[in-house]
């Protein structure tokens, strides 16, 4: 939780001291409100929800010890600091036995006694929110946030920033660096009532892609039986993930670019303009700007999908984290199969941290999952599968090298071809042209088999 979303109410009838909480609180970045007693406070309450309210004990109408009982009856989330100039041991024990958090003596003898004060609720609320998450997620089958975003804080803190806006984010990432999650746990955040509706745009067939994301009516194709609702309908006050965005194909693209803009679609073959407020989460792991280039993505979509662009970095730049990573899998893997909970050794720790996992978490919850199943003792063994892993990423690094060399000499095979054409078979024109020596180009000819 950030200062600028953190909300203050300051109540004291000491309009000078007044001024001077709300002016350092103000420098701190925090929203405040003010009030000169507790009758006031309250209704101030009602409509500013203070995260934290700062209060005194002695004030006119309404003093600050009634003011905790009736916020804390009510909204017992908000907490509460004492200050005041009585600074009695009974006064102190009562306000904390009603539920106070803190307690400062005024007149305050220096402006950081406020601040730490204000610092420790911040990071208590913000834990009390994490744990929150955590306990929805554990319910859910989600991992918790320490090991979703494990190696990865900056991440976790951009999260945190845009969770609770309606701003469209791009996840972008290689696959299996948990794009799913992160876009769950960014839904659990924002406390949307909706659903969560996750759509995977390149496991869709072409002509069915815009049926699924906008709905059908009756008769508007062949097999079209009954009227059906599309995600985005299903996503109402909700959350709805695009997961393989580069994939979409372009008349989609278009449409999905009509929803971005203006929150509204019709269903296929209906005429009913339906409108919605679904959070639009996208997801790649594709560059969308050479995408872009290749004419295979729109631009303009591109753009409207970018509005907060969050990069998953691969497992093999979180290394630090694979310990703890490794560690939960196991436990989990292990009741999922109804094994005992197995222990990693050191040197098992020390191979999967030798090997750079191309594959990412999902790579490595496969290997773990396999080690389980074959450990036969209460330690998993796992060194001989990441080794056949190496063995066989390295094959497939060749197969691909091998492929990319003979893809770049189609190339140059169609360039010189091509060029002799324009030059009508001079050859020490097509030479220059092409930036080689005629001894080059003579032995590439006859190399490729080009009889020109």
Same mark, same amino acid.
């Given at each position: 939780?950030?200062?600028?979303?953190?909300?203050?109410?300051?109540?004291?009838?000491? &309009?000078?001291?007044?001024?001077?909480?709300?002016?350092?609180? &103000?420098?701190?970045?925090?929203?405040?409100?003010?009030?000169?007693?507790?009758?006031?406070?309250?209704?101030?309450?009602?409509?500013?929800?203070?995260?934290?309210?700062?209060?005194?004990?002695?004030?006119?109408?309404?003093?600050?010890?009634?003011?905790?009982?009736?916020?804390?009856?009510?909204?017992?989330?908000?907490?509460?600091?004492?200050?005041?100039?009585?600074?009695?041991?009974?006064?102190?024990?009562?306000?904390?036995?009603?539920?106070?958090?803190?307690? %400062?003596?005024?007149?305050? #003898?220096?402006?950081?006694?406020?601040?730490?004060?204000?610092?420790?609720?911040?990071?208590?609320?913000?834990?009390?929110?994490?744990?929150?998450?955590?306990?929805?997620?554990?319910?859910?089958?989600?991992?918790?946030?320490?090991?979703?975003?494990?190696?990865?804080?900056?991440?976790?803190?951009?999260?945190?920033?845009?969770?609770?806006?309606?701003?469209?984010?791009?996840?972008?990432?290689?696959?299996?660096?948990?794009?799913?999650?992160?876009?769950?746990?960014?839904?659990?955040?924002?406390?949307? #009532?909706?659903?969560?509706?996750?759509?995977?745009?390149?496991?869709?067939?072409?002509?069915?892609?815009?049926?699924?994301?906008?709905?059908?009516?009756?008769?508007?194709?062949?097999?079209?039986? #009954?009227?059906?609702?599309?995600?985005?309908?299903?996503?109402?006050?909700?959350? @709805?993930?695009?997961?393989?965005?580069?994939?979409?194909?372009?008349?989609?693209?278009? &449409?999905?670019?009509?929803?971005?803009?203006?929150?509204?679609?019709?269903?296929?073959?209906?005429?009913?303009?339906?409108?919605?407020?679904?959070?639009?989460?996208?997801?790649?792991?594709?560059?969308?700007?050479?995408?872009?280039?290749?004419?295979?993505?729109?631009?303009?979509?591109?753009?409207?999908?970018?509005?907060?662009?969050?990069?998953?970095?691969?497992?093999?730049?979180?290394?630090?984290?694979?310990?703890?990573?490794?560690?939960?899998?196991?436990?989990?893997?292990?009741?999922?199969?109804?094994?005992?909970?197995?222990?990693?050794?050191? !040197?098992?720790?020390?191979?999967?941290?030798?090997? !750079?996992?191309?594959?990412?978490?999902?790579?490595?919850?496969?290997?773990?999952?396999?080690?389980?199943?074959?450990?036969?003792?209460?330690?998993?063994?796992?060194?001989?599968?990441?080794?056949?892993?190496?063995?066989?990423?390295?094959?497939?690094?060749?197969?691909? #090298?091998?492929?990319? %060399?003979?893809? %770049?000499? !189609?190339?140059?095979?169609?360039?010189?071809?091509?060029?002799?054409?324009?030059?009508?078979?001079?050859?020490?024109?097509?030479?220059? @042209?092409?930036?080689?020596?005629?001894?080059?180009?003579?032995?590439?000819?006859?190399?490729?088999? @080009?009889? &020109?």
């Amino acid at each position: 939780m950030s200062n600028q979303d953190f909300r203050i109410l300051v109540v004291d009838d000491e &309009k000078s001291l007044t001024t001077l909480l709300l002016r350092i609180l &103000k420098k701190e970045g925090f929203q405040v409100r003010s009030a000169s007693n507790g009758k006031e406070a309250l209704s101030v309450v009602e409509g500013f929800s203070p995260n934290l309210i700062i209060t005194d004990l002695r004030m006119p109408e309404m003093g600050g010890l009634e003011l905790l009982k009736a916020v804390k009856a009510k909204q017992p989330e908000i907490d509460i600091i004492i200050l005041t100039a009585y600074a009695t041991v009974e006064n102190a024990v009562d306000a904390m036995k009603h539920g106070a958090l803190d307690y %400062l003596i005024k007149p305050l #003898k220096d402006p950081d006694e406020l601040r730490m004060a204000v610092a420790k609720v911040v990071e208590r609320q913000s834990l009390v929110a994490t744990n929150t998450l955590w306990n929805s997620q554990l319910a859910e089958g989600l991992p918790p946030v320490d090991i979703i975003f494990a190696g990865m804080e900056d991440v976790w803190n951009e999260i945190k920033q845009v969770a609770e806006t309606d701003a469209t984010v791009l996840l972008q990432g290689e696959s299996g660096t948990g794009k799913s999650l992160v876009a769950k746990t960014l839904h659990h955040l924002s406390g949307k #009532k909706g659903a969560f509706v996750e759509i995977n745009c390149a496991a869709i067939p072409e002509n069915l892609i815009e049926s699924e994301l906008f709905g059908h009516e009756r008769g508007a194709f062949t097999g079209a039986v #009954k009227a059906k609702r599309g995600k985005f309908e299903l996503a109402q006050e909700g959350t @709805i993930f695009l997961d393989e965005i580069g994939e979409m194909p372009l008349p989609a693209q278009a &449409k999905l670019l009509r929803v971005l803009q203006e929150r509204s679609f019709e269903r296929v073959g209906g005429t009913v303009t339906l409108k919605t407020d679904a959070r639009v989460i996208a997801a790649t792991n594709q560059d969308l700007m050479e995408r872009i280039k290749e004419r295979g993505f729109r631009e303009d979509l591109f753009y409207r999908l970018n509005v907060f662009p969050i990069n998953l970095p691969p497992l093999r730049e979180r290394k630090g984290a694979l310990p703890r990573l490794a560690g939960y899998l196991v436990n989990h893997i292990s009741a999922k199969v109804g094994r005992k909970m197995l222990e990693i050794p050191d !040197d098992v720790l020390a191979t999967l941290e030798s090997y !750079d996992w191309p594959g990412n978490v999902r790579e490595l919850h496969n290997v773990l999952e396999r080690a389980i199943i074959l450990s036969k003792g209460p330690v998993v063994t796992i060194p001989p599968l990441v080794e056949e892993r190496k063995k066989e990423n390295n094959r497939n690094d060749g197969i691909r #090298k091998e492929r990319r %060399l003979k893809r %770049l000499a !189609d190339l140059e095979r169609e360039a010189i071809e091509e060029t002799l054409e324009q030059t009508k078979g001079h050859r020490r024109k097509a030479a220059d @042209i092409l930036g080689i020596s005629l001894r080059t180009l003579q032995y590439k000819l006859k190399n490729y088999g @080009i009889k &020109k």
